[in-house]
């Protein structure tokens, strides 16, 4: 059974603080990672993607990929109350390709 | 006009009733998804393709049927409706790469 973990949250951090989502995925060979922003009834949409270990950053968001230890996590730094959301950590389970498979997600909650 | 249209956005329907739910997209990608979402339970894949094809089951595809009508199309079925498929639904297009998903607005399924 392939999974990808998260900590559902909520995750509650002031405004220009930064938020550390978590996510562990179950395939030692999974290949793209991806990070999605879902505001409530909404579509999710594609904040990052990570493909090789380390860090990615992309304006105040940072992905960071540790293959080994099957982990990905991103960092929101100055975060704002417009950055509260559901965030899902997605993950790709083979090398050829296939579909994604989601966590639960996170809900991060900015106060101001 | 939206790259990846979902029709209808909102049904109805009452237990037994054959439901469609149609997808079309303008993104000129090959791989096209259909993916639930419940409360707390984030995106769970139900099928996808590949390719006009090309039909695989996903994490939850009891009680579920698609049809891979053109590279465009891609529509899921519910042949008999039940009240614990209400839920929001989500098509998702993505190319040959490296697994990137773009996602329809959803369509708000309640079956009664």
């Known amino acids: 059974q392939k999974e990808v973990e998260q900590n559902s949250g909520p995750l509650s951090v002031p405004e220009g603080a930064i938020a550390s989502l978590n996510c562990t995925y179950s395939?030692?060979?999974?290949?793209?990672f991806f990070w999605y922003r879902q505001y409530s009834g909404k579509s999710p949409e594609l904040i990052m993607s990570i493909y090789s270990n380390g860090d990615k950053e992309d304006g105040r968001f940072t992905a960071q990929l540790n293959k080994a230890s099957q982990y990905v996590s991103l960092l929101i730094r100055d975060s704002q109350p417009s950055d509260s959301a559901t965030y899902l950590c997605?993950?790709?389970?083979?090398?050829?390709?296939?579909?994604?498979?989601f966590g639960k997600g996170t809900t991060l909650s900015v106060s101001s | 006009d939206a790259d990846v249209t979902q029709t209808p956005r909102n049904r109805i329907t009452k237990t037994g009733k054959r439901i469609m739910l149609e997808c079309s997209q303008t993104k000129g990608h090959d791989r096209m998804y259909w993916y639930r979402q419940d409360p707390g339970l984030g995106l769970r894949l139900i099928y996808y393709s590949f390719d006009v094809k090309d039909i695989n089951k996903g994490e939850i595809s009891d009680g579920y049927s698609v049809s891979r009508q053109a590279q465009a199309k891609f529509s899921l079925s519910l042949e008999s409706a039940i009240p614990n498929q209400t839920a929001l639904y989500f098509c998702a297009t993505s190319d040959a790469g490296r697994g990137e998903l773009f996602f329809g607005e959803g369509s708000r399924l309640t079956v009664l």
């Open positions: 395939d030692r060979v999974s290949q793209s």
């Open positions: 997605a993950v790709t389970f083979n090398q050829a390709g296939t579909a994604l498979i």
